[in-house]
């Protein structure tokens, strides 16, 4: 039997946690939206188009507040929760569609800000990827990319890599920040600002915001039961009162095309 590829994998797992995705606590978090907004520096008369787009929801936040938004999706059940979000706020100047990143359908230079939040470690084909979000985008228009991103120490990006993909089997890599700078500077894309933060992200509520079989499931309690004894490993998960949380670095760039 042919085995799926990694596009097709993503599709399939984010149709089956479509919701759980869209009601997941970061997903809905509405101070994280308006830093990236900012961070955006959108304003009333920009046109988005947010590549892997989820539920909408970034989206619906933006189009309050700028001309249009346009999201795009390779899962089907995303952008039908997106649709059905966006009618329900009573937000007409969106539009959904699903469609392929690596082959976006939409005419060449149609939006003045093109971006990626929390997507890149879902791909293979960053390059193509890139190019496609720079020909949609306007001239001296505006891409960003928000994504988690690889540690530095080699043993633990080990560890989280795969802790990643027993969390979510669509899961590929997460990118270094020097390889996303170099993406910009390979594609001729003027670097406009960046920033890294580290983020505690809840442990119980990050393992539900997916699914995965019993069997992945006892294989990541097991997994994380032996990182926790690691002494390296476990100084990057801390409680806070009765929660467990553990570290992730977020990088979130933003470029500018050039005028030619």
Known sequence: MKQPNLKEIVRLQFNRQAQKFSSWS???????????????????????????????????????????????????????????????????????????????????????IVISKSAFHHYSDYHTIFSEMKRCCYRQGRISIQDIVAYDDKEVNDFFESFEQLVDTSHKVACSKSFILDLYQQHNVDILSTMEITIDLNLNDYLNHAVRSDKDTVHLEQFLETGLKDDVIKNYFQYKEKDFFFKRNVFVILGQKKSR
Do not use: W
């Open 26 to 112: 970061v997903t809905k978090n509405q101070e994280y939206a308006d830093y990236y907004f900012n961070f955006c520096e959108m304003a009333p008369g920009d046109t988005l188009l947010d590549v892997s787009c989820g539920s909408g929801d970034f989206c619906i936040f933006c189009a309050q507040n700028i001309g249009h938004a346009t999201g795009v999706d390779l899962s089907d059940k995303m952008i039908d929760l997106a649709k059905q979000q966006a009618m329900e706020s009573g937000i007409a100047n969106t539009t959904f569609r699903r469609g392929d990143a690596v082959s976006l359908p939409y005419e060449a230079e149609t939006f003045s």
